[in-house]
Every structure is written in C-alpha cells, then in structure tokens.
C-alpha cells in the first residue's frame, strides 16, 4: 500500500529558526485555530513524522495527551483514523468539536447571526443585569479574571445556546471569546492583567469565530473519516484502546516543567461548566501526570515505578537539598522533588499499559522537553522517558532535537526533542 503524500515543504527543516519551527503557519490555521492552547506543538511536526514512519490511508494514529487536538485534527485532515485520550475536559471538548465537520456551513453561519441578534437585543433591554455564576464556581476563577460588563454579554450569549441546545461549533467559539474579552494574559504562564478591560465586543467577536469556522467547513470534506477522542486518563491507555489497534503514536505529554494546564483552561472551563466546584477540579487533576506541584496529592502513588531509577532519584535529591540550601521550607517547593519522581513514573505507567494496545511495529514519537524549573535542577526528560521505554521493551530509534529554549531563569538553551520508538511486539 502506497505511502500518505505529503508535501515537499512538510519535512521538519533544520534551516528554520527556532522560534518559526514551533509556530502556527498560515496555511495550517483552518480548524487548528479554532482553539488552541498557547504552548500547542506546530502541525508540520505532526506531518513530518507522518511521512517518516510511512503512514498510508489505512494508518490508525493516537495522541494518549491529545490536548486541543494538534495531532489528532491533522491526521483527520490527511485523511487517516485519528484516536484522542485527554483528561482535561475543556480540552477534549475542544478536539471533540475540531473533529466534527458535519454542520452546514451556510447554517452556522445564518443561525449565529439569529442569535447574535437576540443577544444583542436582550443585552440593550437589560444593561445592568448582574452577571450570575454560582458562588463555588465563582470561587475557581483568578480575581478579576474577566470585569463584569464583559461576564454578562458572555453569559447572556451562553444562555441562549444553552436554552436552544446549539451546536457545539457555538459553544467553542464563546470559549474564544470568553478568553478574548477577559483579562487574563499568557506569556506562556496564565496571570491577571493590571489593565482590565472594563468591556469587550464579545458577541461580535463570537459572531468572527463562527465565520472562521463555516468557512473552514466550507473547503474540508465532511464525509472523511471522523475521529474520536475519549476523556480520560492516558496513563490507563488500555481503557480506551483495543488490543493491537494503533499503528502511530504522536504526542506532547506535558513536562515537568511547574505548568498547571487546568489553571490555562480555567475562565472557559468555569463558563461552559466543565467545572462547577473545587471537589470537580481536584477530581480532574487526579486524572492527570502529576507534572506540577499543584496537582500532587496524598494519595499519589506512580512514582513506585521509578524506584529503579538512580538517576531520577538522584535528580529529586538534588532538588531537595537545593531547597534545603535555599531555606525553602513551605510552599509548593516542598513537593518539587515529588513532582519528578510522580511525573517520571506516570509515563512509565502510561508507556507500560500503551503495549498491549500497539500492533507489532507500532512506531512512536514524543516531543518533551528539558526542564530547569524546579529551583534550576536540570532534568534530561528525553533520555530518562527513552531509559523507561527501552527497560519496558520498546526499542529507541532516535532522539531528535527539535528546538531549543531559552531558561528565563538561568539563561540556558534548554532542548526540545522527538523521542522516537518502536514497538516490536
């Protein structure tokens, strides 16, 4: 069976620089910029190693960390089966709605400007309706994270979708809007803004969104093969996948790195009621690779996988006594060298329960990163998660340097890489 055809330009270039090897290009945005996370990998990536583990039309490729859908909505585009797991809701929504290409286009786009018209009326009726969100998911959301004038148009607009049972497309892109018209900043960390932002044309922005996306619509083809992605935990692969049923894995599990991926989703996550209260977000995070210190509970117990790991274990020493040096006795800098430890043995438990699940020959690429956030401890993520692999079967490939990254901290090229490996069964 013949190849997938890919372009000329799909390779990963090493001529490009580092900050363009990592970005959106133009060509790329349908769908992709539906909704996305602000440290997503570039789809050229995703193609690159398409064409180099010689996928055809009949390859079946899975993201265990699919994220807002980077690998999974290419490999739709391309035509292949594409299989998702992410624990995050907000984010397995997203790629949920990425992966449907069934509306009309010339319907979502006549039936928002419907709704836009009666939100807009709604809102000139009452202008002073108090914004209304229950006190605990209230509580969820950082101060100030969105002013008042701009929570009600968002809330206004959120309950004529709900009231009529819209299509998703909608909801997704007052998600967009919701963080358009809030005042939070990325820069990648999630933080408040000292200029808020006392109002937003968030109806109108939401209206350009789902223009975007009727005309994306308007050139995919809707009858192609539709993938799936499954809420749930990717260190439990095995749950969601059937035995010898994947042919690729390409994905970018998070690093421990100190990043709360629930924090970037939060203002949406609260509004669409992905998240209602405290006990839902702490039931999500267990469901998550301990990566951060925020999401490291009592009850953890991954890291018994890693216990034959010297190296790691001498990296979580080392960021103890870095502490203990540093005199850093509260706060989340106590559970730093937990983290690593929990981090390193969730993927090993991810990689262990993936086997049963690959077809002999399975071919597999993890973009991860070199870390120094836990008190400027470097952490080698590539070689230790391609050590697990090789003592749990696999066979490593390579290690492709993808870019580098500049430490804010300590000023040191930090590298990304591509862990490839393969399955022999």
């Not at 193609?47 to 583990?53: A, T, V």
């Not at 809707?222 to 035995?243: K, N």
């Not at 080698?380 to 003592?391: C, F, M, R, V």
């Amino acid at each position: 069976m013949a190849s997938l055809k890919l372009s000329d330009s799909d390779p990963l270039s090493l001529d490009l620089g580092h900050k363009a090897r990592n970005q959106l290009s133009e060509k790329d945005r349908a769908v992709h910029n539906w909704y996305r996370f602000i440290l997503s990998f570039p789809p050229h990536l995703v193609r690159h190693y398409l064409q180099r583990f010689q996928a055809t039309e009949k390859t079946v490729v899975v993201d265990p960390f699919a994220g807002t859908g980077t690998t999974v909505v290419e490999v739709q585009k391309l035509g292949l089966p594409a299989i998702g797991i992410e624990a995050n809701p907000m984010a397995q929504f997203a790629c949920s709605v990425k992966l449907d290409w069934s509306p009309q286009p010339e319907y979502l786009w006549q039936k928002a400007q419907t709704i836009a018209a009666a939100v807009r009326n709604e809102l000139t009726l009452l202008p002073n309706l108090t914004p209304n969100l229950e006190p605990d998911a209230h509580a969820l959301l950082f101060k100030d994270a969105i002013s008042p004038r701009p929570l009600q148009k968002v809330l206004t607009l959120l309950g004529h979708l709900d009231r009529a049972a819209m299509l998703p497309h909608y909801r997704l892109a007052l998600a967009n809007s919701a963080v358009f018209a809030s005042n939070l900043r990325f820069a990648p960390e999630v933080s408040v803004s000292r200029k808020h932002k006392s109002d937003a044309q968030v109806v109108d922005h939401w209206l350009d969104q789902v223009r975007t996306m009727a005309q994306d619509l308007a050139v995919l083809k809707g009858d192609s093969v539709a993938g799936v992605v499954h809420l749930g935990d990717a260190r439990q692969p095995h749950r969601y996948l059937a035995p010898e049923s994947i042919d690729i894995v390409i994905t970018s599990p998070p690093y421990p790195n100190e990043k709360d991926y629930t924090r970037t989703t939060r203002l949406e996550s609260v509004l669409l009621g992905f998240l209602e209260n405290k006990a839902e977000l702490q039931a999500i995070k267990h469901t998550l690779v301990r990566s951060n210190s925020r999401s490291v509970y009592r009850d953890d117990d991954d890291d018994q996988w890693i216990q034959m790991y010297p190296q790691i274990l001498e990296i979580a020493q080392t960021i103890d006594q870095r502490r203990a040096e540093l005199g850093k006795t509260s706060g989340f800098s106590r559970l730093y060298s937990r983290a690593t430890k929990l981090y390193f043995g969730g993927m090993a438990r991810h990689l262990a329960n993936l086997r049963s699940r690959l077809r002999p020959g399975a071919q597999l690429a993890y973009v991860v990163g070199e870390q120094a956030s836990y008190l400027q401890v470097h952490i080698p993520t590539g070689s230790l998660l391609a050590h697990i692999a090789k003592d749990l079967g696999y066979e490593l490939i390579d290690i492709d340097l993808f870019r580098t990254r500049r430490a804010s901290k300590t000023e040191v090229d930090l590298r990304e890489e591509v862990v490839l490996l393969r399955w022999s069964g």
